[in-house]
Structure formats: structure tokens, C-alpha cells
């Protein structure tokens, strides 16, 4: 069955500076991934969705690349502000004909002031 | 315009006993998936329901189960409630069927403890 990784670990990064979170996906080549951020006790909000002959995709200070030979995503976040602090999330298409999203464990941002 | 809608919000309920959640989609949304969500992962799948029909199951037990209702809104159903079912249990809800090409808009999640 396919599986995301994502770093479980907390990711502190001053503000202003850029963070990166990355998505690792196996056993599975997606033509979509997706991008969420969650905040505490509450649903998930979409962000990006990027697909496979897309290399890279932006949105005010965020922007996505998709390396399907890598099985790669990585997400940032450019001029990071304290409020950008939440748990960001990377989502595959499940596959295999069912509909639904497979998601990753999500990294955990704190931008430091 | 109101979002996706979760009754209720939190729940308490004993081991071995039944719950039902309910999801109201967007307006002009016709597709319902349910999630749920331990603490410290990422969302589950559980169930997907286009136009009233079910198109996708995720690995869960028969004890969950769901449905969708004429006006598009749905109810996750658990019977024999375990410990382990304790989770945030999320709807989605989108206006096709909820591929990976699809934004997905999520409720603010139904917070169920099994004492």
C-alpha cells in the first residue's frame, strides 16, 4: 500500500525566514498532491494542489514542487510569520480506483519572533 | 456562505455503545467523505459518498458505517464502540468526487472520547 512520510518532528524557524516541509511518498506515482494546513482542534484547510507535469506551483509567499522520479514534494512558506505557525499536512490520491485521500502525519511548524 | 457543518462537537460515550455524527456538505457539494483522526496523525479515510452512493472505503471495521441523504448531507454511524475509536472524526465535502484533483473543504470535526 502506498505510504507518505513526512518529518514528524517539530520545525522551528525564525521569523522571516523560509521554511520547507517535505513529503516523501512510496509505492504509489500520484497525478495530484495536495497540501493542508491544521490548526488546533480544527479541520484541515486546503492550501495547494499540484499536478504531475507540474513542477512547481505558487500562492502569495507559499510555493509547491512535485518530483515524481524523487517521489518528492516539498512545500515552503517565504517571509514566515508567526501566525504561519499550524501543522501542515501533504495528501496523495488513494488510488486504485477508490476516491478519498491518503494523508501524511503532518510536520508541525512554530515560527519563533 | 456556511461551510461544511459537524453536529456535534464533542461526545462522550461508553464502551460498547452506538454513536451517530452528522455532516451538512456545502451548498452545491455532492460528495461526503468521512476521516478520522487520532492524535498525532494525519486524517484517516474512512468513507466516500457521491450522489448518495458509496465510492470509496477506507480500512476500518463493519462497526463504521455510513450514509448519504437525498439533500447530500451524511451520517457516520460506529456501533460496539472501542476505547480505540476516541478520535476527531472530520467531514469533507466537495463539489465532484473527491480525487486527488479535488480541493477538499473540511468541518471543524467531531471530538468523540469512549470512556
Known amino acids: 500500500s502506498q505510504k507518505i512520510e513526512q518529518n514528524s518532528e517539530a520545525l522551528n524557524i525564525q521569523e522571516g525566514k523560509t521554511a520547507t516541509l517535505t513529503c516523501n511518498y512510496t509505492n504509489y506515482s500520484p497525478a495530484y498532491l495536495q497540501w493542508y494546513r491544521q490548526d488546533p482542534g480544527r479541520g484541515p484547510v486546503f492550501l495547494l494542489l499540484?499536478?504531475?507535469?507540474?513542477k512547481e506551483k505558487r500562492k502569495e509567499r507559499l510555493k509547491v514542487t512535485f518530483d515524481t522520479t524523487l517521489k518528492q514534494s516539498l512545500f515552503h512558506i517565504t517571509a514566515s510569520q508567526p501566525a504561519d505557525s499550524a501543522t501542515y499536512l501533504c495528501a496523495l490520491e488513494m488510488g486504485g480506483g477508490a476516491d478519498g485521500l491518503t494523508f501524511g502525519k503532518g510536520t508541525h511548524l512554530i515560527i519563533q519572533p | 456562505d456556511a461551510g461544511v457543518t459537524q453536529s456535534p462537537t464533542h461526545l462522550i460515550k461508553t464502551r460498547g455503545q452506538h454513536v451517530t455524527l452528522r455532516c451538512s456538505p456545502i451548498?452545491?457539494?455532492?460528495?461526503v467523505s468521512w476521516y478520522q483522526q487520532v492524535l498525532g496523525q494525519g486524517p484517516q479515510f474512512i468513507f466516500q459518498?457521491?450522489?448518495?452512493?458509496?465510492?470509496g472505503r477506507g480500512n476500518f471495521p463493519d462497526r463504521f458505517s455510513a450514509r448519504q441523504f437525498p439533500n447530500y448531507s451524511s451520517e457516520l454511524n460506529v456501533n460496539a464502540l472501542l476505547l480505540g475509536d476516541s478520535a476527531l472524526y472530520l467531514c469533507a465535502s466537495s463539489q465532484t468526487r473527491t480525487g486527488g484533483n479535488t480541493e477538499a473543504f473540511f468541518g471543524q470535526g467531531t471530538r468523540l472520547t469512549v470512556v
Open positions: 459518498y457521491y450522489e448518495k452512493e458509496e465510492r
Open positions: 499540484i499536478r504531475e507535469n507540474e
Open positions: 451548498s452545491g457539494h455532492k460528495s
